[in-house]
């Protein structure tokens, strides 16, 4: 749900534009895909080990600049991408407080979350940047009163197919 709450705050803050989404990730996951496929993200691209080239690839697609993309990540192998956005959530781990650390040191991450993943740290993470945004009263509420303009999104965002995309290994 905080997926689908940052793309409809994002989506009343562009004026009624769906905003982009993609997973980029380095192996082939179905996890990934499946959460691609319910959430009509417009992307998802598996197993590439160097993740500027899947990133580019979104980038050119969509005819966007890095600085316009907010990115989630929780690992080495996604800082050179996170070192180009515009707006960089790093997502903790459990065993990571050493990567934290050089990440801050970097500074490759605008956030950190106090959670992983695993423990609803992505959730944590939108509910983040809506509140940055100025926008989590009133997406929260428009959302739960099912308005309209909710539904007008949902529509949008339910005609996307998601493109996959396989690195050549």
Sequence with gaps: MGVNMLRFGL??????????????????????????????MHGLYMGFIHKPEAFDAFLAKHQLRAEQVAFFFDDAIDLSVADRCGFRVLMRHPAGQAFVERVIARGSADVVTAFSGGLNGLREATDALLHIMGRYGETIDRRAAYSADYQRYLAERQVVVPEIVRAQR
Excluded: D
Excluded at 16 to 40: C, D, K, S, W
């Design 11 to 40: 989506w009343l803050q562009n004026e009624e534009h769906l905003p982009y989404a993609a997973v980029i990730t380095g192996q082939h996951n179905g996890h990934a895909e499946r959460f691609v496929q319910r959430e009509r």
